[in-house]
């Protein structure tokens, strides 16, 4: 993995320190980058790394995944986690000069950045969200598939194995599972590698606590979020995972409704799922990279 030209912290606004990696071209357009649920951003190395040579990179981890401490449940929920993203943006734009800057998330961090955005404030020159899981309000066409998927996923998280010998006893466990089916092979090692720690005793265990990591899936059918396009304060894309695609999430076909209702530049990555950044990357990059290029953000 290439390494981070800085490193350094951030403080949130209950006083929780978020890890931040700074790297790629200096004087670049700078790209914000983080992680899903229970997932962390170096598990999506393979899109991220090759922006490195166009793009000054600012990774950092959700509170309680990857790289960060664990800080317990406290701040661990949907507002927060917004405030969170404006934390970060703030620190890094005071300790290393404003540039132009470029939200990119994925799922969770999506969610959050959407609020963020439209019920905090607007810190983008745009917004890119992989994939959130929106889910749309009550008697909605979409509503109960995504209802039901938040509920499967709560309960799997609850009952996961949480405690490994080492994280190719993870990595073996992805490489059975059809889910991770997609994944293209490097991201299962650097995925299985990202959401472990070690616990101190020869075991490693999940970054994030598996009941942590269940509370988000519950939560987001209390996060009553489904704004317009027209709400942020600057350009946003949904790039959503192929609602076509056999055996397609949820998320996908609420993606798609949401960009219809909401009047989003939309576009769905054929032949992926949930995970469509590490399953097809190069794909998932020129989604970004287009419209970036409409708004004069990339080369």
């Known amino acids: 993995m290439t390494p981070p030209a800085e490193i350094f912290s951030a403080a949130m606004t209950d006083g929780v320190q978020l890890r931040i990696r700074r790297g790629g071209k200096p004087d670049g357009v700078r790209l914000y980058l983080s992680n899903g649920n229970g997932f962390a951003i170096d598990g999506y190395r393979v899109f991220w790394e090759p922006l490195l040579a166009e793009f000054e990179l600012i990774l950092f981890d959700m509170r309680n995944h990857g790289r960060n401490e664990a800080s317990g449940a406290d701040g661990h929920?949907?507002?927060?986690?917004?405030?969170?993203?404006?934390?970060?943006?703030?620190?890094?734009?005071?300790?290393?000069?404003?540039?132009?800057?470029?939200?990119?998330?994925?799922?969770?961090?999506?969610?959050?950045?959407?609020?963020?955005?439209?019920?905090?404030?607007?810190?983008?020159?745009?917004?890119?969200?992989?994939?959130?899981?929106?889910?749309?309000?009550?008697?909605?066409?979409?509503?109960?598939?995504?209802?039901?998927?938040?509920?499967?996923?709560?309960?799997?998280?609850?009952?996961?194995?949480?405690?490994?010998?080492?994280?190719?006893?993870?990595?073996?466990?992805?490489?059975?599972?059809?889910?991770?089916?997609?994944?293209?092979?490097?991201?299962?090692?650097?995925?299985?590698?990202?959401?472990?720690?070690?616990?101190?005793?020869?075991?490693?265990?999940?970054?994030?606590?598996?009941?942590?990591?269940?509370?988000?899936?519950?939560?987001?059918?209390?996060?009553?979020?489904?704004?317009?396009a027209k709400d942020y304060g600057g350009p946003v894309i949904l790039i959503g995972a192929d609602p076509e695609a056999k055996g397609a999430p949820p998320t996908a076909a609420a993606n798609r409704a949401l960009a219809r209702d909401g009047d989003y530049v939309y576009e769905a990555v054929p032949e992926t799922g949930h995970l469509l950044q590490i399953e097809r990357p190069n794909p998932c990059r020129e989604a970004m990279l287009r419209f970036l290029r409409k708004h004069s953000l990339a080369q």
């Open 77 to 228: 929920h949907y507002h927060q986690m917004a405030a969170d993203i404006g934390s970060v943006f703030h620190e890094v734009d005071r300790r290393l000069g404003h540039r132009p800057s470029v939200g990119v998330f994925h799922s969770m961090s999506g969610r959050a950045s959407m609020k963020h955005a439209v019920q905090m404030e607007w810190v983008w020159d745009a917004l890119v969200l992989f994939d959130p899981p929106d889910v749309p309000p009550p008697g909605h066409e979409q509503y109960e598939a995504m209802r039901n998927f938040e509920l499967r996923l709560m309960q799997w998280a609850l009952e996961r194995q949480d405690s490994f010998a080492s994280p190719d006893e993870l990595l073996q466990s992805y490489a059975a599972n059809r889910a991770q089916s997609r994944w293209v092979t490097e991201a299962r090692s650097d995925m299985a590698h990202a959401i472990l720690r070690s616990a101190g005793d020869g075991t490693y265990r999940l970054a994030c606590r598996r009941e942590l990591e269940a509370s988000i899936y519950l939560a987001a059918l209390t996060l009553d979020l489904w704004p317009s």
